[in-house]
């Protein structure tokens, strides 16, 4: 979509004045600095992803629109997450960090906060696999998602 | 080189640019530049409304009758949240439409100041686009683009919001010849295989329906609609947007359809086997219950501009996007290359089946009643004016018995709030359409409750001499309201009661304008003749109908097409 002010919120608009639902939503100026690119998660039947896919054609401000399931596709989200980390479960959490790839990007004697990348099921299962209560905050970006191979999404 | 414009001259030339003839508006503090240079000109007339909904409802009476851009002008803050309820209903209605907005300076933007609203933000889900002009260098090519938007693909409101710093600033005017926006690129010329595709259900057609809507009247293609109906001796039916797209006089059409649509009507739409959608989008008041729609088997052509409204409500089996007039042409051109001819003999079964259900008679009404019946009002309203006058309406029962009474038989002659149902539209819309069509004869069709939402524009009327002729059908009731709680509500009319009306004819008086007060049925012809006859008078007619009359046929909320209560 156009990098201009006021689009994102045509489009946060549009989805709540149709009732529709944004599981996530991820956007952020592109190489070409007069375009936006955004990631938006919803959840429908097909025949309202369709009616989803044709109001958001509509809005003046979009420029190109594609279904990512519509093919191979690979997506990543960023979470960063703070952790109780004393006694033995700073080693313990430390290893489960690292089967995660994950890294620990800051530390102190009481936490650590990790960064971590993959799909957000990736995501929801490290934050399964440690203890609800050591996690003291985590934050995401929502997914980011690109076709893969050949199919490129371009303007 | 040419010298530099300030950014309030800048928005007048670029009205001049586009040919702009007349604007509705309401002056205040952001825009007082704007109209420091609309005084300095005479290409573009002003005209001073009493309440900027008002100046909407009028720049949309003068689209909808014109096929013109229609233009409003208002200030920040009040000025546009007034507006709002007519950028919602042109909106609906698809009209085209700029609007523009003074807002308070960049630099008190976000500061809460005097006369500061959101305006981008208030009106955001209701217009097409709407822009925020921050830099006096944008100003022309924005009221360009708006214009462009406004006024191609599926049309609809534009607005314009100009701080009034920017107003003050200059700039070289340089206005552009024409726009491109890599994001906005709406089809025109339908798919081929297609509209191929819809030729060959077209010719297996044994129960063949044409349901024709808005589009119809919004892309000039009434004469196309009517050439394709009437080549394949096809019955077609109009939505409350779609009358005038084809003659409602002609044998074949068979009314308009809906929650309040004829017998005949809704019964084709609901038996037909082929059905043939243009310029409409199925809304719950066309078919009702989308479920009972379906207990019928039938395949559906849908021909649109706006590939959101294409299986939206209902599936259908060859959607066609595209300007309903270039698609209709090559419909045309095709079925005319065509040797094969659908069955006439099921097409002679159908007329046949047609006829009995017209049989029924869903309009009648009692002719002999000692108190007016509004039915009867329009019926003489169509023959006083021999069917040719531009009729705006309300919204409510009158607005029901005006779609079914007055058989209009041109396009853009009706104009009413058909999406948004907006009370209080009439009036200020025949102002704008009297404006678009000096000569025309222009009536509001009203009634107590709806009149008065909007009742202070008879002082704009009396400014500028416009010679509406207003029916009032005054039952006393916000008469559909009324009709729900006798149907729905166990008779309970709460709060649905006129009281305290003023006397109507006193105040058309005391604006300047012709007072009548008509309560028998045998002056209603008389009334309404003296009243046209008073060419350059605006006449209110107050006529007092009966209390209880409800309208019918009508299929409640949630049933089916075929689930009708008649009379």
């Not at chain 2, 209709?328 to 259900?357: T, V």
């Amino acid at each position: 979509m156009e990098n201009e002010a006021g689009a994102l919120s045509r489009v946060a608009g549009l989805f709540s004045a149709r009732g529709y639902n944004i599981e996530s939503l991820s956007v952020a100026p592109t190489e070409d600095p007069t375009l936006s690119r955004m990631t938006l998660v919803t959840i429908g039947s097909d025949e309202v992803v369709e009616q989803v896919t044709k109001q958001l054609n509509k809005l003046i401000e979009v420029v190109k629109i594609i279904d990512l399931n519509d093919g191979d596709h690979i997506e990543r989200e960023l979470m960063l997450v703070k952790v109780r980390a004393v006694g033995p479960d700073r080693e313990e959490i430390k290893r489960l960090a690292e089967i995660f790839r994950g890294s620990i990007i800051d530390v102190t004697n009481k936490s650590y906060t990790i960064e971590l990348t993959g799909t957000s099921s990736k995501l929801d299962a490290f934050l399964q696999a440690i203890e609800r209560s050591a996690v003291l905050e985590t934050v995401r970006t929502g997914a980011s998602g690109i076709g893969r191979g050949e199919w490129i999404l371009k303007v | 080189m040419s010298a530099e414009l300030t950014g309030a001259e800048i928005t007048i030339r670029c009205l001049q640019e586009e040919g702009v003839q007349c604007i509705f508006g309401y002056p205040g503090g952001a825009v007082l530049f704007i109209y420091d240079e609309l005084f300095k000109q005479d290409k573009v007339r002003h005209i001073l409304v009493r309440h900027e909904q008002a100046a909407i409802h009028a720049a949309d009476g003068y689209a909808r009758s014109s096929n013109k851009v229609g233009v409003a002008l208002v200030t920040s803050g009040p000025g546009v949240t007034n507006a709002v309820t007519g950028i919602a209903t042109a909106y609906m209605d698809s009209i085209p439409m700029v609007v523009i907005s003074g807002q308070v300076p960049t630099s008190a933007i976000g500061l809460d100041a005097f006369q500061e609203v959101d305006t981008v933000g208030i009106t955001r889900p209701c217009v097409k686009h709407n822009f925020l002009v921050k830099d006096i260098a944008e100003l022309a090519v924005t009221i360009k683009k708006a214009f462009y938007i406004a006024s191609t693909g599926r049309p609809g409101p534009v607005l314009v919001d100009i701080p009034k710093d920017v107003t003050q600033q200059k700039t070289k005017f340089v206005y552009p010849d024409k726009v491109s926006m890599r994001s906005y690129n709406p089809v025109t010329k339908g798919h081929a295989r297609q509209i191929k595709k819809a030729a060959e259900l077209i010719l297996s057609a044994k129960r063949p329906m044409v349901y024709a809507g808005g589009g119809v009247i919004l892309s000039d293609a009434a004469p196309q609609l009517t050439e394709l109906t009437q080549m394949l001796n096809f019955p077609c039916t109009n939505t409350l947007m779609g009358l005038g797209g084809y003659p409602a006089t002609d044998k074949q059409s068979l009314g308009m359809l809906g929650m309040h649509g004829t017998y005949e009507a809704n019964m084709a739409m609901q038996y037909c086997d082929v059905l043939i959608a243009v310029g409409a989008r199925f809304d719950d008041r066309v078919i009702g219950n989308p479920k009972h729609f379906f207990n019928e088997n039938r395949k559906i052509i849908h021909i649109d501009i706006d590939p959101s409204s294409i299986s939206k409500r209902v599936k259908v089996d060859v959607p066609i996007v595209g300007d309903v007039l270039d698609v209709l042409k090559e419909l045309i051109k095709l079925l005319k290359a065509e040797k094969e001819k659908p069955d006439q003999a099921a097409l002679k079964e159908w007329w046949k089946q047609i006829e009995l259900w017209r049989e029924r008679d869903c309009l009648k009404f009692d002719r002999s009643s000692k108190i007016i019946k509004p039915q009867m009002v329009i019926e003489k309203l169509f023959n006083v004016t021999k069917g040719d006058a531009f009729i705006t309406s309300d919204v409510g029962q009158h607005q029901m018995w005006a779609a079914q009474f007055y058989k209009f038989d041109k396009p853009r002659r009706w104009i009413n709030s058909g999406g948004l149902g907006t009370m209080g539209f009439g009036m200020p819309a025949a102002m704008g359409v009297q404006l678009a069509n000096p000569k025309g004869k222009v009536a509001c069709i009203t009634g107590e409750a709806s009149i008065q939402m909007c009742i202070q524009e008879l002082s704009t009327c009396k400014q500028y001499r416009l010679p509406l002729k207003i029916v009032n059908l005054n039952n006393r009731y916000m008469g559909m309201v009324r009709q729900w709680q006798e149907f729905f509500h166990g008779n309970r009319y709460a709060e649905s009661y006129m009281n305290a009306l003023p006397d109507f004819v006193k105040l058309a008086e005391s604006y300047g304008h012709v007072g009548m007060k008509i309560e028998k049925p045998e002056d209603v012809e008389d009334a309404l003749k003296e009243a046209f006859k008073l060419k350059d008078q605006l006449v209110f007619m107050d006529f007092i109908t009966d209390q209880t009359e409800n309208v019918f046929p009508m299929v409640p909320g949630g049933k089916g097409l075929s689930e009708m209560i008649l009379v």
